[in-house]
């Protein structure tokens, strides 16, 4: 047998172990395997799988890649998945599914809307709303962090920042949980899970349609919908299918990545007993400032000893430096942000499609084929996170690409590295002596947006 049949086979072998839901709870080891193999290219799913932290961030910047993964998939089927009635805008791909220059297009225009200032904005509501939900949760001897907090936060913000009424929040709690195995990276065209997706998308984009229109007749000033659509760039706005398509993008990603944030940081905390008493006992502040366009700008931090130290550089290109920002055995909510987004990441891997032949390593994968890149086996390379199987929010650096790299580097991040810090803080303070009910939770059965479907805690009461 050649090596080629050797890595191909043993890749195939690991794509099973990856896909078999035993290994949900605990992945890092087949990653581990992956990054042993190297990149390697997998005939029977015809995609090339990239475990390596620097192949991965390359590959992300590489214009040679396309992120038009459903003209990958629109290739392989036989019938549109979408019923003839479907709205015209079910068929708008989301940016993040596009290449420049349509993609760059509306990437601004979206940003004009969705700015740091706006993000910066939310921050008393979000405070508020952690306190009120961290007050009902500890009112029971145990409570379920992702119904409780986890799950509940990131929709709420999302759903008050885009101003859908409170009421319908529920609606869409069934519409992308069918949408985000769409995102799994492995599932194909044939595989039954389309006709749920293409089900939850379809409904989604009815409401929001209807959302839209309700809007244009009486515009608001304090909703993202209104501003995006006032948002100009030049003489150029959003068309309505664009808008649609980008509101369904900001309600999905806007929640089904940031619970796992919340729910993997508490379980972190808790399985690190130290770390969490750190972080109670530590700087109750923001250290990193984070613009809306993904940049982030380093604010020097007084740290409780005394010393003042230029902590975070998180650039919008992706290049995560994060410093230790930890003095004395003090940790900061930032700093476990960003090794939660390293050592337990929401979202664990990104595809994209060959324009043309490819090499990596000794892989080669043909015009067309899929890239996967295995962003949370990446995270634990030794070559650029020593020791990365050890949860530390005292590292001297982390480097993820837990949001990407590139120009798809996470629109939200501002937003999602907000919530994280203010509810692991929170928790972390005013949940007295929590204990995991069960270790470890369940998981839900998804690959990508990996996260526990359940996280029981039992506690001492409220701080
Ligand atoms: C893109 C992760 C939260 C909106 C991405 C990508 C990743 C990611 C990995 C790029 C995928 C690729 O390169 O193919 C995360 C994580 C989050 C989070 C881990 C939470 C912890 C949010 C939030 C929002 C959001 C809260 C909005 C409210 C977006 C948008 C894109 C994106 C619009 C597309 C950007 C583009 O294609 O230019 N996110 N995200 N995300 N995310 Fe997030």
Sequence with gaps: MSMATDSATSGLHLVGKLLDPASRPDPYPVYAEFRALGPVWVEEISALVVPGYR??????????????????FDAARDADPYPPDAPPSVRQPWFLSMDAPDHTRLRRLVSS???????????????RLVDDLLDEA???DTFDVVSGLAYTLPMTVICHLLGVPTADERLFHGWSAQLTRQLDGFSAPGDGEEELWAGGMVEMHRYINELVADRRR???????ISELLAARDGGDVLSHDELVS???????????????????????????PGHLAALRDGQPKASVLVQGDGQAKASPLVQGDGQVKTPTVVRGDGQARTSAVVRGGRVTADAVVEEVLRYDPPVHLTARVARED???????????????????????DPEVNPDPDRFDPAREQVWHLGFSAGPHFCLGAPLARLEGRVALDAFARRVREPRLVADPPPYREHIN??????????????G
């Design 138 to 140: 500890c009112e029971q």
């Design 449 to 462: 947006l990996r996260g526990v479907s359940e996280l029981r805690v039992a506690h001492g009461g409220r």
């Design 246 to 272: 980008t509101l369904v993008l900001l309600l999905v990603a806007g929640h089904e990545t940031t619970v796992n944030l919340i729910a993997n940081g508490v379980l972190a905390l808790l399985r690190h």
């Design 218 to 224: 009486s515009p608001r000033r304090d909703d993202l």
């Design 55 to 72: 192949d991965c961030e390359t590959l992300l910047r590489d214009h040679r890649l396309s992120s038009e993964r459903w003209r990958h």
């Design 113 to 127: 809307a969705f700015t740091a200032r706006t993000v910066a904005r939310m921050e008393p509501y979000v405070t």
């Design 358 to 380: 490819l090499r990596v390593g000794d892989a080669q994968a043909p015009a067309g084929a899929l890239v996967i890149l295995l962003l949370a086996a990446a995270h634990r």
